[in-house]
């Protein structure tokens, strides 16, 4: 199984946008290090407890600091963007790091609805516009509208020897099918989805048509995932995001990560424990073992090679750990035997 790496970069209380951001750069670097496939960033705007707005800008940043993992966003989100100018920027990539970027495509609005308004004004319009816009975003990537096209006599300049690939980002049959009749690779983000994720997946490789470097059906599972030396100091360290996750439900503000510790206080053990169970749909908590085993399941039960884990904790330490330990279980034993 492959693995790779989201980062949401998280913002955890008592730190700064900054530490943060360098924070998601060093994740990159041990990702690298550690084997990962891949790693990439998401897009958000003016969310609670995220920093990255421009994983653009992010990428340039952690290509210049990592020498051979992928990096990509995961994903940009197209409503709010010009298909012509998302070529530009990420063919610019692709000539700075050949053979290394990954352009995920998304059409979640990554914030409210007031900065959906300061983005793009007109979000809702450019949503319905969605199947028209990857057309013209992968026409572009791929240099070859057709000679009567008014878009002919340009390109997404500076053209790379090799074209960012595309990635179709989402949550529903209906991103699964866009994916499969554009015949491009589909990540599905099985951490945020209250689908049939199996389902999904088969209606994807059902309806896939071959595209232009796409020849067969390739799919990422995103999964969220804690892992710890103890299954009781996974639990602890799943407090923090569990809580995080609770007070934007509850719009208690903005707040970014906060500790276990602030956590421990907020509820009693017994009502986290409760929460707990109530997430394991969601989120994967436990000692390497443990984690290696449920993800496993979940490579069998959508049939997919890669899976693409996402870990938020307070401590940036403990997200990197979480990491470590779960590339030693599952990419280093496994080349041992």
């Not at 793009?120 to 949503?127: G, M």
């Not at 299954?231 to 602890?236: L, Y």
Request: aromatic residues 8%; charged residues 20%.
């Amino acid at each position: 199984m492959k693995l790779s790496i989201l980062d949401q970069s998280p913002i955890s209380c008592g730190h700064t946008p900054q530490q943060a951001l360098n924070a998601s750069m060093e994740l990159a670097k041990a990702g690298e290090r550690l084997g990962y496939e891949r790693y990439w960033i998401a897009e958000h705007h003016n969310f609670s407890g995220l920093t990255c707005s421009a994983p653009e800008v992010m990428l340039g940043f952690i290509g210049a600091n990592t020498k051979s993992i992928r990096i990509g966003a995961g994903a940009v989100l197209l409503p709010h963007y010009k298909p012509y100018r998302i070529a530009e920027t990420y063919n610019m990539l692709a000539t700075l790091f050949p053979g290394r970027i990954d352009l995920g495509i998304g059409r979640a609005p990554g914030g409210s609805a007031e900065a959906s308004m300061a983005l793009s004004d007109n979000y809702l319009e450019q949503v319905r516009k969605m199947p028209e816009a990857i057309k013209e975003l992968l026409h572009f990537l791929h240099n070859d509208y057709p000679s009567d096209h008014m878009f002919s006599k340009i390109s997404a300049s500076p053209v790379p020897k090799i074209s960012p690939e595309p990635w179709i980002l989402g949550t529903s049959e209906k991103s699964a099918i866009s994916a499969a009749e554009n015949g491009v690779a589909y990540a599905f983000g099985h951490f945020m989805s209250d689908k049939s994720g199996q389902q999904i997946l088969k209606t994807y490789r059902e309806h896939f048509k071959p595209g232009r470097n796409q020849k067969i059906p390739k799919s990422i599972i995103a999964v969220s995932v804690i892992c710890a030396d103890t299954t009781e100091n996974a639990k602890d360290l799943a407090l923090s995001v569990l809580l995080w996750r609770i007070q934007n439900a509850n719009g208690e503000g903005d707040k970014g990560v906060p500790s276990v510790e602030a956590a421990k206080s907020y509820y009693s053990m017994e009502k986290w424990s409760q929460i707990i169970n109530e997430s394991r749909d969601k989120m994967i908590i436990g000692t390497p073992h443990q984690v290696k085993q449920e993800l496993l399941k979940l490579q069998k039960l959508y049939n997919t090679d890669e899976m693409m884990v996402v870990t938020i904790t307070h401590r940036y330490e403990d997200r990197i750990r979480s990491y470590e330990l779960l590339a030693e279980e599952m990419m280093t034993k496994n080349n041992r035997t």
